[in-house]
């Protein structure tokens, strides 16, 4: 933003002093002018003294909710075309049309997104101004061909030109009207002439051209018996307008695609025709798998091209269904709808084999890989299928009945399809009533700290723990976090869980030291989006001096993406944190995208070899190997190694002979209380049995 541009001005209205705390501080450093307002009515009275660039709403506040407030600021005399922005707890349709009944702009859904929500208001303010420049053209053009028109001619009631007033404005000097305008547009022309001869003004409009078509209208005017006075004007300057205005309004700019205003007003008119012409429809909803791990470790610039290509692809998908005659004259229409979500609509005579084999033509397109600088990129689709009539008659159950399909694809394991069905339905709604029972959970204290003991490999001494969390649930018993994770993140529990779960950590050991135990250091996994806040260091640091331990104790988990991002703005936050006494771990690796030369940048101390990679090492020689340069690697950096889910004698040999440190995953997690019995029995491990009599954990 140059120095001469005046900053935006966000008006932010909401309730909790918290969020507009946070909202001034991280939007007044991405260089806008905050200000705020506690309910609605607030917000009007804001906007009548002084209009801002641009309004945040929320939905649910006392005097004056936001969908009241929206109405009212747009009443006002500059408000009709201020950019106005919902921000609400709920994302169901029926939310989402009251905000835009009510005169919203758009919308965002929280909990909110930062980082988004910064570049969602200034692609909403350049809209705006692009919209705003569009009309004043418009009314410029406009003003313009008022004044001067193009062509002024008498018409008698034969059709012939009796007198032209101006040059002809088509570049022919016409003797009949016949010959002024083209044979498409010549009925709709007399009846305007022959309705101006009976006293009434009428218009019509006309092209000409193919490859540059220019665009005109007439305007039949009453004048002296038995004739018309026509006024030709070229239009096509704001024919040209139009289009962009629609383009905006009804097309996703980064990738050209239809929207989801587009795709919605498509649906509607599709489902009429299917129930007119008795046919089916199919909807598919698809999402991109593990897409967020690319934006966050390759950056949003890579995370936009590959989201361009995955449309290409997916269009040349559709129109090659159609090419090839498998689908019986269906048509296919694609919209982009989400950061990484895609709806197609395929109406015509369409049926489920011919929707299962789109389905499958775009597993095909999507899980080549993709390439985009130097990086060599692979995801893959969940697709969810919902079908006209059999799953739903409208056009927000089939996209609610298609987005749940969609979800269970993700649920059973990702790069599938899935058609809806009622068990869909059911586990949709079990797990919303999940997510609702998680946060009563969290809020009634019903989650629990269980530590998973880590040995020295050579003698099976007790040397550390990882801090997991598990949800005593009342009727299903102990539920493991990697269950319930996902949950909380749709929830927006996941960094509150968090930063409890250090509070937890840090007291237990406290009362472990206060008995008089030696306590080795504790492993806790730290959210990615957390470690690298402006603050994350001073709430870190307050865990353990408010519980009075010394932070060497504390190993602070960090996921491979995290470390990535670090490289752009956190590395002095780690370094930071090392400084203070922590410890700093690498979680899961061998499974992400971490460049090994990273892990020099950082002052880590522990590489945590994942389960996966550990599970066939003994017995896989493409798996022992990684495993084997894992180890290498974290020795030639002075780092300790800990390999996950050992549960084998086999493995545990094959980690001894290669050097690795430490092992943990033959004993089960276990409350505090059972981990402090460890600690005072630092010798009572047990060899984990052969690998022929293992089960699989529950």
Not at 215 to 236: K, N, S, W, Y
Request: hydrophobic share 45%; net charge negative; proline share 5%.
């Amino acid at each position: 933003m140059s120095a001469a541009t005046p900053s935006p001005r966000v008006l932010l209205a909401d309730d909790d002093r918290l969020l507009r705390d946070i909202a001034a501080s991280v939007l007044g450093a991405a260089g806008f002018i905050v200000e705020t307002a506690a309910s609605g009515d607030a917000a009007v009275s804001q906007c009548a003294d002084a209009m801002p660039d641009i309004v945040l709403l929320d939905v649910d506040m006392p005097g004056g909710d936001g969908y009241q407030a929206c109405a009212g600021i747009r009443c006002l005399p500059a408000g009709l075309d201020i950019p106005i922005v919902m921000v609400t707890g709920l994302d169901d349709p029926t939310s989402i049309d009251l905000a835009y009944r009510s005169g919203a702009t758009d919308f965002v859904v929280k909990p909110i997104n930062w980082t988004l929500l910064i570049h969602r208001i200034r692609y909403v303010l350049r809209a705006a101004r692009t919209i705003e420049a569009l009309r004043i053209s418009e009314q410029k053009n406009s003003a313009l061909l008022a004044a001067i028109p193009d062509g002024i001619l008498l018409v008698n009631a034969a059709g012939s030109i009796s007198h032209w007033f101006s040059a002809p404005p088509v570049g022919t000097a016409a003797r009949q009207l016949g010959d002024l305008v083209p044979h498409a547009a010549l009925a709709p022309a007399m009846q305007c002439l022959d309705a101006a001869l009976r006293g009434s003004p009428a218009t019509f409009e006309f092209t000409l051209g193919e490859s540059r078509p220019r665009h005109f209208e007439c305007r039949c005017m009453p004048h002296a018996a038995g004739q018309v006075l026509v006024i030709v004007r070229d239009i096509t300057e704001r024919k040209q307008t139009e289009a962009r205005i629609h383009r905006l309004a009804y097309h996703d700019p980064l990738t050209g695609l239809p929207n989801r205003a587009w795709i919605g007003e498509h649906l509607e008119r599709a489902l009429a025709e299917a129930a007119e012409r008795n046919r089916g429809l199919a909807l598919m909803f698809v999402d991109l798998d593990q897409f967020k791990r690319i934006n966050d470790t390759l950056g949003h610039a890579t995370g936009d091209a590959l989201v361009q290509q995955v449309g290409q692809r997916l269009q040349r998908a559709l129109e090659g269904t159609e090419a090839d005659g498998r689908v019986a004259r269906g048509r296919g229409c694609l919209a982009r709808v989400g950061g990484d979500e895609f709806v197609i609509v395929i109406s015509g005579q369409i049926s489920c084999a011919d929707a299962e084999y789109v389905a499958q033509r775009i597993q095909a397109a999507i899980t080549r890989p993709f390439e985009h600088g130097g990086h060599q990129l692979v995801v893959t689709p969940s697709i969810g299928i919902a079908l006209y009539p059999e799953h739903g008659a409208d056009a927000q159950t089939l996209l609610k009945n298609a987005d749940a399909a969609m979800y269970e694809a993700k649920a059973s394991g990702r790069n599938q399809y899935q058609f809806f069905n009622s068990a869909v339905l059911a586990r949709a709604q079990q797990r919303l009533s999940l997510e609702m029972e998680l946060r009563r959970a969290f809020e009634r204290e019903q989650l629990e700290i269980y530590y998973q003991p880590q040995y020295e490999a050579a003698s099976l001494r007790l040397s550390g723990g990882e801090a997991l969390v598990r949800w005593v649930h009342p009727e299903q018993g102990q539920i493991p976090g990697r269950e319930f994770a996902a949950v909380a993140e749709d929830a927006g529990l996941a960094a509150e869980i968090g930063r409890w779960t250090l509070r937890e950590v840090c007291g237990d050991i406290r009362r472990w030291r206060d008995a008089g135990l030696i306590v080795p250091a504790i492993a806790v996994n730290v959210s990615g989006r957390e470690i690298l806040r402006a603050d994350a260091l001073l709430r870190i640091s307050a865990a353990v001096e408010d519980a009075q331990v010394p932070a060497s104790l504390l190993e602070l988990e960090l996921t491979e993406g995290v470390l990535m991002r670090a490289v752009e703005g956190g590395e002095r936050s780690l370094r930071a944190l090392k400084a203070l006494g922590f410890a700093l771990a690498v979680d899961d690796f061998g499974t992400g995208f971490c460049s090994l030369s990273y892990l020099r940048r950082f002052p880590l101390d522990t590489l945590r070899i994942d389960s996966s990679v550990v599970r066939n090492a003994a017995h896989d020689p493409e798996d022992a190997a990684l495993v084997r340069a894992i180890i290498g690697l974290g020795h030639n950096l002075n780092l300790k190694l800990v390999a996950g889910g050992v549960r084998t004698t086999e493995q545990l040999e094959f980690l001894r002979r290669e050097g690795c440190d430490l092992v943990q995953g033959f004993n089960r997690p276990v409350p505090a209380a059972t981990f402090a019995d460890l600690l005072r029995a630092p010798h009572s491990a047990e060899l984990p049995r052969p690998a022929v009599l293992v089960k699989a954990r529950s």
